[in-house]
């Protein structure tokens, strides 16, 4: 809870901050910060009042969200990749903002858009792991959850979902039962990418375990039906739709959600776009790859949209993967590349994800922050540039605009929690806590992000002080969160480090 003023702000962005901090949180004119002391801790609430004008625009900006499925940090030409090129998404980052110390609060998918959509721990409302099907039965967002769209609709805003919801399957948990207008796109987790193959496409099984095997069709739904499609590719499809909403409504401020499902399993990509890639031997790395690349040409026909409507420096662009690519697609297929890790798991790969925003005249040009943010960051930062009032509703992300201004670095913990395991990263700090899958207790990992961002020297040894004062911050960040609402129904197992015994990944 946030203390202070009797009658609750229009806003109030509440961040974990523990004692390491030591109590130094940057005031800047955008908002103001109350410490409270708390089992030997602090936890910062910053309380503002953000309306369209304390960002300089006269009207609320159109926004759009979109969102790429296991991205992992190294599959981005701009982030150093070097076998996919992506021209448009780096196009993107070359407009505004590239973020290098982005981090989402899960490591795999569902968790990871709660907190994401929501502006909140998903641990907040007990959302913890993936559904794995028991979305099918009413698991997902709970109905007093509030979420992005929810608030931007009371603004004026026409919303819309286009591609995965992967929070609820009945129609009590359906995307347009929280605040969308519109929905054209996937349900549940996954879909195949084709109706049928053609001459040139080309795919494999889902290597995932407990995934339909052989060919994966495409499926999808409009609002609350099935739309039955007779070709086309999912990505080129969702991308059309996006462009269709973008045209529908040039006249009113909007919000769109555009979660592509690339590139998550199953590995199934068109002709066109494997031509580019006939140079890979290797047919999973070059379907991947494919993926990547239409996703790319999706985003720039969504950046080309907006120039011929005119509504480029009317638009706040927000990209983000959800978690960090896959380790089960294959060796070599994806990467995560200088980090060490992949989904599912707490090392930097599995959390640390490309991030990039663009809104011409309001973020500058070619800016890299390296500062570390979390995803629900920009939730709050939506709604503070909407100038949407979230009443008493206390959201964990703080509004990113002042501090990109000010290249303000954040005073916050950054925690982690599939139970039992879990992680903290505090400053140059990170403590990783993993459940072996021999049964035979835990493995504690200290690193130094600062000295060592690949995770590679387990410090917890040499300096237990800095583990015992990261476990407080833990146990101080969890006596505040919900016990899961529903437990892992997915499970896999790897080490964390070499010649060490594998650990429980709890999914």
Request: charged fraction near 20%; aromatic fraction near 8%.
């Amino acid at each position: 809870m946030c203390g202070g003023a009797a009658k609750a702000p229009p806003f109030i962005f509440c961040r974990f901050v523990s004692a390491a901090a030591k109590g130094a949180v940057m005031m800047s004119p955008f908002k103001r910060t109350v410490l409270i002391a708390a089992a030997g801790l602090l936890s910062a609430c910053v309380s503002a009042r953000s309306t369209p004008a304390s960002h300089g625009v006269e009207a609320p900006p159109n926004i759009i969200l979109i969102i790429a499925d296991d991205l992992g940090y190294g599959d981005l030409s701009v982030y150093g990749g070097e076998r996919i090129q992506t021209p448009h998404i780096d196009t993107l980052a070359a407009d505004g903002v590239r973020f290098t110390n982005g981090y989402v609060t899960a490591a795999v998918c569902a968790p990871s858009r709660a907190a994401l959509l929501s502006g909140r721990y998903q641990q907040r409302f007990g959302y913890e792991f993936n559904p794995v099907r028991r979305d099918l039965e009413g698991v997902g967002i709970p109905a007093d959850v509030r979420i992005l769209p929810e608030y931007l609709r009371e603004r004026g805003y026409r919303t819309a979902l286009v591609g995965k919801w992967h929070l609820g399957r009945t129609r009590e948990t359906h995307p347009m039962n929280h605040g969308f207008d519109e929905f054209v796109g996937l349900l549940p987790g996954a879909t195949g990418y084709l109706v049928e193959p053609s001459e040139g496409d080309e795919w494999l099984p889902d290597p995932l375990p407990g995934s339909p095997q052989g060919f994966w069709p495409m499926r999808l739904e409009r609002g609350y039906e099935r739309e039955e499609r007779t070709g086309g590719y999912l990505t080129d499809i969702l991308t059309d739709e996006a462009i269709g909403f973008i045209g529908r409504n040039r006249d009113r401020p909007f919000f769109l959600t555009l979660a592509y499902n690339a590139p998550h399993t199953p590995l199934q990509a068109s002709a066109l776009y494997l031509e580019r890639y006939a140079h890979i031997e290797d047919p999973s790395a070059r379907i991947y790859a494919a993926m990547v690349s239409a996703m790319d040409d999706g985003v720039g026909r969504v950046m080309a949209a907006l120039r011929e409507q005119g509504l480029s420096e009317r638009t706040l662009v927000i990209f983000v993967s959800d978690n960090g690519c896959a380790a089960y697609v294959g060796a070599g297929v994806c990467s995560n590349a200088p980090l060490r890790g992949s989904k599912a798991t707490y090392l930097e790969g599995g959390v640390r994800v490309p991030m990039i925003a663009s809104w011409p005249g309001h973020l500058p040009r070619g800016r890299v922050h390296e500062q570390p943010i979390v995803s629900f960051d920009w939730t709050a930062t939506i709604l503070a540039a909407a100038g949407a009032e979230t009443g008493s509703a206390p959201l964990d992300g703080v509004d990113l605009l002042p501090l990109i201004a000010a290249l303000e670095p954040s005073s916050a913990a950054i925690v982690w929690r599939t139970s039992p395991n879990y992680a903290v990263r505090e400053g140059d700090w990170k403590l990783i806590v993993a459940e072996r899958a021999d049964g035979a207790g835990m493995i504690t990992y200290l690193f130094n992000l600062e000295a060592d961002p690949q995770e590679r020297v387990n410090r917890a040894a040499e300096r237990p002080e800095i583990v015992q004062q990261l476990q407080r911050s833990y146990e101080a960040w969890s006596a505040q969160m919900q016990p899961p609402s529903f437990d892992s129904e997915r499970r896999l197992a790897a080490p964390l480090a070499p010649n060490d015994p594998p650990v429980n990944l709890y999914n």
